[in-house]
């Protein structure tokens, strides 16, 4: 049986999602065992950022998470550290993997939401410009969502940081 069933969760059935909780729910215990026995390394609260998703945590959660993260090692990317070779790596990735993907895949939406933050953040404002419009005003999809309130407002500025950055670049 699979654990988290199939790509939406009008396809997933309840014993999978219990299964699926279960199995994060282990994780996060294993996770934070770990953390116990070994108290100086940032790993088992990197990893309990993706197990805190999965359970929909709270954005305090989060930032609980990244500040033991930081406080255990000075080398992890801060939070605006978007141009880091791997993260920029990370993004050509998704960028290849959506172009692949055909349009309806339930995750290419998402993924442009992702993708148009990120390159905005890279000073790459056409791509994420792009993005912007293959997508509409929704906040609710990450990364927007978790701005609370304020998802509107940081869309909106990231998509005219886009549009202004690229507007720039084409007057060169």
């Known amino acids: 049986m699979e654990a988290a069933g199939r790509p939406t969760a009008s396809n997933t059935g309840r014993e999978q999602f219990e299964g699926f909780h279960r199995t994060i729910r282990r994780a996060l215990e294993e996770l934070t065992l770990a953390a116990a026995l070994a108290p100086e390394d940032p790993t088992p609260y990197a990893k309990k950022i993706w197990t805190s998703l999965a359970l929909r945590g709270a954005h305090e959660d989060m930032r609980e998470l990244w500040a033991e993260i930081t406080a255990r090692d000075d080398s992890e990317p801060k939070p605006r550290d978007y141009k880091t070779p791997e993260l920029v790596a990370a993004v050509d990735r998704l960028l290849a993997d959506v172009a692949a993907a055909p349009a309806s895949h339930p995750y290419v939406r998402e993924a442009r939401h992702l993708l148009a933050y990120f390159l905005v953040y890279q000073d790459r404002h056409e791509e994420a410009l792009e993005q912007f419009r293959l997508v509409d005003d929704y906040v609710g999809a990450l990364p927007w969502s978790y701005y609370g309130d304020a998802a509107a407002e ?14 720039r670049r084409k007057r060169r």
């Open 154 to 167: 940081i869309y909106r500025a990231a998509r005219e940081m886009a549009v202004v950055g690229a507007a």
